[in-house]
């Protein structure tokens, strides 16, 4: 997914199961390969561009751990993207969600909890792995991409992974690979996106924008570091 550059190396060592991962690569690769990733990785996103990432994580981070489907509570990033889009002073109390990234968060409402891992394997391993290179290209100290119990982590989900989450994960990418498309379509000149301050753009399409209430759902924990 966008979070996932091609990694020659991790500071983890695992095995990986091959017939899942054989069966996402092509959405992996595109992923990889999208404009919006590459200018992640390329240490010249700006601080708006990334703010507006952020919003569209939040709120796919949001849909994931409202249900208290993941094994070990370290994994909890909601708060953590909170708290790195406020160090980046971003004060607006409306975020602005991206059509896709809106559509994305009401199909995950609709999964049972099985189906539902899929796309927890895909994001936490994204920032378990791609997202370790991205926190020092990116504005901001990266809070998100730090975790105190990191091996556990991807040892715990890989030892739950299975091949019949190929569909889903390959649902999951291709939604997440329309995110990255639209992300890099609001800041182009010509942009169908009308674009204004840090928060608020129109379009033709609908656009859904969520309030700061909703965020006295995330569950009262520990902060992550």
Same mark, same amino acid.
């Given at each position: 997914?966008?979070?996932?550059?091609?990694?020659?190396?991790?500071?983890?060592?695992?095995?990986?199961?091959?017939?899942?991962?054989?069966?996402?690569?092509?959405?992996? @690769?595109?992923?990889?390969? *999208?404009?919006?990733?590459?200018? !992640? +990785?390329?240490?010249?996103?700006?601080?708006?561009? =990334? %703010? #507006?990432?952020?919003?569209?994580?939040?709120?796919?981070?949001?849909?994931?751990?409202?249900?208290?489907?993941?094994?070990?509570?370290?994994?909890?990033?909601?708060?953590?993207?909170?708290?790195?889009? @406020?160090?980046?002073?971003? *004060?607006?109390?409306?975020?602005? !969600? +991206?059509?896709?990234?809106?559509?994305?968060?009401? =199909? %995950? #409402?609709?999964?049972?909890?099985?189906?539902?891992?899929?796309?927890?394997?895909?994001?936490?391993?994204?920032?378990?792995?791609?997202?370790?290179?991205?926190?020092?290209?990116?504005?901001?100290?990266?809070?998100?991409?730090?975790?105190?119990?990191?091996?556990?982590?991807?040892?715990?989900?890989?030892?739950?992974?299975?091949?019949?989450?190929?569909?889903?994960?390959?649902?999951?990418?291709?939604?997440?690979?329309?995110?990255?498309?639209?992300?890099?379509?609001?800041?182009?000149?010509?942009?169908?996106?009308?674009?204004?301050?840090?928060?608020?753009?129109?379009?033709?399409?609908?656009?859904?924008?969520?309030?700061?209430?909703?965020?006295?759902?995330?569950?009262?924990?520990?902060?992550?570091?």
């Amino acid at each position: 997914m966008g979070l996932i550059p091609p990694c020659t190396t991790t500071p983890f060592t695992l095995t990986v199961m091959t017939s899942l991962k054989s069966a996402i690569e092509t959405n992996h @690769r595109l992923a990889e390969n *999208a404009e919006f990733n590459k200018l !992640l +990785l390329s240490g010249n996103v700006t601080t708006d561009q =990334y %703010l #507006l990432y952020l919003r569209q994580l939040l709120h796919i981070f949001f849909r994931l751990e409202q249900r208290n489907v993941l094994p070990i509570d370290d994994m909890r990033s909601a708060e953590e993207i909170l708290l790195d889009m @406020r160090e980046l002073n971003d *004060a607006d109390e409306i975020y602005s !969600l +991206l059509p896709a990234t809106f559509a994305y968060g009401k =199909y %995950l #409402l609709t999964l049972p909890n099985d189906k539902l891992m899929a796309h927890v394997y895909l994001h936490y391993l994204a920032l378990l792995f791609g997202g370790q290179i991205m926190k020092n290209k990116v504005p901001g100290s990266g809070k998100l991409y730090v975790f105190k119990s990191a091996e556990e982590i991807i040892k715990t989900i890989r030892s739950m992974q299975k091949d019949s989450w190929a569909d889903e994960a390959n649902y999951g990418l291709t939604q997440f690979n329309k995110i990255l498309d639209e992300l890099y379509e609001v800041f182009r000149p010509t942009s169908k996106f009308v674009y204004k301050h840090t928060s608020h753009f129109s379009t033709r399409y609908r656009i859904h924008k969520y309030t700061r209430f909703w965020m006295a759902k995330l569950p009262i924990r520990f902060q992550r570091i």
